[in-house]
């Protein structure tokens, strides 16, 4: 890596400071205000108590609440998985007729406004009279999740060298078995980047689970929003402190896996 | 190592290989035109030509990686033309050598005996002895990445020949290395496909590549086959203008014949002179005539009568000293260019006769005439 110098480079790190700041500083707010003894969320906090995360802990639909994004994050993310690696693969190296068309339906929820995704998805269902709201969030949330898997994938896969591929072949490698040992260890960066990206966007969504969740089966953001909107104190702080722990395990547990640099492709 | 490891030995179970009017097209373009060549078990041809030329194509119908629009693939004698690659036990180089990034240098060498089910305690001992004979044994639990291109194209070959191939294909696997280096890998690989009596193919654009290589060297054009030959013939007796200029420079001069004499044919040269000929390929009266720049000879116009075979007269252009020889470049009265090697001996007085502007004789002996199709 080369180091940055001359006016081009200072200004580099001045955006990228200011970047950090406009980051974390809302983050660190957070968590400040979680050990505030004000009962109510104003910043700067007073006091230090960890008596807001000894009630947090206890409230049982909190509980439920966390427990069912998590569930459902990762539920959503193995399933883009097993969708998504097959379909990107398929796209990419098959001569598939109409991969384009089936490309763009694929990644279509990035673009398409997910508030509009999610009603729409309501009343399909419905129509369908699909009841279950376990399933029904499962169902948008894979939605959703499911184009990071594709386009990270696909994009690992753009990268691989296709001599290794065909070096393995002429070595006598089945088309699985040149998947399994050479294709598959080349973008597993790309699949666990993918897999962050997935669960984190789903244990962060609001806009799906706004219109499928219901009083039985609420997740986090749905639940924090609903709270915020009765009290506002320190609490909802330290709900959210919990979001920006999972957020920073995935992400180290990523970092442990694979390398974060290398899954981000930089 | 263990006395196991030395012990084992990397032998070869090489087949011939036939290829049989092998066409393939891409949406208009013709890659490559019904090529038909049969190459002997332990034999090593290379496919040289232009870039563009179908050679790539050709080598990779033959791995089965590209499937033929038209024609057949033999190898030992069975038709492969549709059995997969991974079934086709083909040992292939790469001009990027292709070793796998995430495996070491053993690994890598390892992975077609693992593909094939040979024991790991049987691949041992096979992966050291490849190792050893391309002089990388100590380099078994490096990563292809911690290794010089040199070094990663020998992995590759170990990597190629343990699995005993019926074929060795190599596409331009010296692209990539400096010239030095290239030349001894040339040797190297050389030796190991001889001692070991691997049929094998080689892409190259690299005329010298082909000749010091290659028992026999394919010349292709267009897609087409344009010779084929020992690297000797191929430069003594080029059937076409083609081959007679891509393998190294000639000169080519029109004439037409007019007469026999006890020798052969006599020619009437285009831009003044006379040639004699005595290979000839039938009554044609216009004729092609390549002559090899280090054949002809240079002398003051005055003494022509002095130099006998086949010449006349030019006006010199441009003089280039080239360490090895002096070319000189020349225009011919009907303004046809010639080209001329003057060795350079130790101690011998310099060519200072022949500066630009100057009018020469210029002269070979008539054996150096060879006719070609002007194709
Ligand atoms: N996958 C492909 N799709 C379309 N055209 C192709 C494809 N592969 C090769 N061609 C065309 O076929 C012709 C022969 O290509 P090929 O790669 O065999 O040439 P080559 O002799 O190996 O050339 P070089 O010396 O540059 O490697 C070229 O005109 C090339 O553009
Ligand atoms: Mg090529």
New binding site residues.
């Given amino acids: 890596m080369g180091r940055l110098s001359g006016g081009g480079g200072l200004l580099t790190y001045v955006m990228a400071t200011a970047g950090l700041v406009f980051i974390l500083a809302p983050l660190v707010v957070v968590v400040a205000l979680s050990f505030s003894q004000a009962n109510i969320a104003t910043f700067p906090p007073s006091g230090f108590t960890t008596s807001w995360y000894e009630a947090v802990l206890a409230d049982d639909e909190f509980r439920q609440a966390f427990l069912t994004s998590v569930v459902l994050a990762f539920a959503a993310t193995v399933a883009s998985f097993a969708l998504g690696l097959p379909a990107a693969y398929a796209l990419d190296r098959w001569q598939v007729p109409g991969a384009r068309a089936v490309e763009t339906v694929l990644l279509s929820p990035f673009i398409l406004p997910i508030l509009i995704t999610g009603l729409a998805l309501l009343q399909f269902m419905a129509m369908l009279r699909m009841r279950d709201a376990s399933t029904n969030l499962f169902i948008g949330h894979v939605l959703i999740t499911l184009p990071y898997l594709v386009r990270t994938v696909t994009a690992s896969l753009k990268q691989v060298d296709r001599s290794l591929e065909e070096a393995a072949r002429t070595l006598g490698a089945s088309p699985w078995r040149v998947f399994r040992r050479i294709t598959a260890p080349q973008i597993a960066p790309g699949i666990a980047a993918g897999c962050l990206f997935a669960f984190m966007v789903s244990f962060d969504d609001f806009p799906i689970s706004f219109w499928l969740s219901t009083a039985e089966r609420m997740p986090l953001p749905i639940y924090l929003q609903n709270s915020m909107s009765k009290v506002f104190d320190p609490s909802i702080a330290t709900m959210s402190t919990f979001t920006i722990v999972t957020g920073v395990l995935a992400v180290i547990g990523l970092e442990k896996l694979v390398g974060l640099r290398r899954a981000m492709n930089v | 190592m263990t006395a196991k490891a030395t012990a084992a030995k990397v032998t070869s179970r090489a087949a011939d290989l036939a290829v049989s009017g092998l066409t ?1 097209v ?2 208009t ?1 013709i ?2 035109d019904g090529i038909t060549l049969r190459i002997a078990s332990g034999e090593l041809v290379a ?1 040289l ?12 119908m033959i791995a089965g990686l ?1 499937e033929p629009t038209e024609g057949d693939v033999l190898i030992g004698g069975l038709r492969v033309t549709r059995t997969p690659v991974h079934r086709r036990n083909i040992g292939m180089l790469f001009q990027n050598y292709a070793l796998f990034p995430h495996l070491s240098v053993a690994e890598n060498v390892a992975f077609g005996l693992e593909m094939r089910g040979v024991s790991k305690a049987a691949i041992r001992p096979k992966v050291a002895a490849a190792l050893a004979l391309v002089q990388l044994g100590s380099f078994a639990d490096r990563l292809p990445a911690a290794l010089s291109g040199g070094q990663q194209q020998r992995v590759a070959l170990a990597r190629a020949i343990v699995i005993e191939p019926a074929l060795l294909l190599l ?2 696997p010296l692209g990539a290395l400096d010239r030095n280096l290239r030349e001894s890998m040339q040797v190297e690989i050389r030796q190991i496909q001889k001692r070991l009596g691997i049929t094998a193919v080689l ?1 190259t ?1 690299d005329q010298e590549e082909a000749l010091t290589m290659a028992d026999r060297v394919v010349i ?1 054009n267009g ?1 087409r086959l344009e010779q084929v030959g020992t690297p000797e013939e191929i430069y003594s007796r080029p059937r076409t203008r083609f081959v007679a200029s891509f393998i190294g420079a000639s000169n080519f001069l029109h004439g037409r014949v007019i007469g026999h004499d006890g020798s052969g044919l006599r020619i009437a040269l285009t831009g003044g002179g006379e040639a004699c000929m005595s290979h000839s390929d039938g009554e044609t009266k216009e004729v092609l005539i390549s002559v090899r720049p280090e054949a002809v000879s240079l002398a003051a116009l005055e003494e022509r009568a002095q130099h006998g075979g086949s010449g006349l007269p030019a006006t010199v252009q441009q003089v280039v000293y080239r360490g090895q020889a002096t070319h000189v470049h020349m225009t011919l009265d009907d303004g046809a260019p010639l080209l001329a090697f003057l060795p350079n001996r130790q101690g011998e007085k310099a060519k200072e006769d022949f500066s630009p502007g100057n009018r020469v004789w210029a002269s070979w002996p008539s054996s150096s005439n060879w006719p070609v199709a002007d194709g």
């Fill in positions: 393939k891409f949406g373009t890659a490559v496919l030509g232009p870039s563009g030329c179908g050679k790539t194509t050709t080598l990779r590209v596409d331009e892409v654009h292709m897609g």
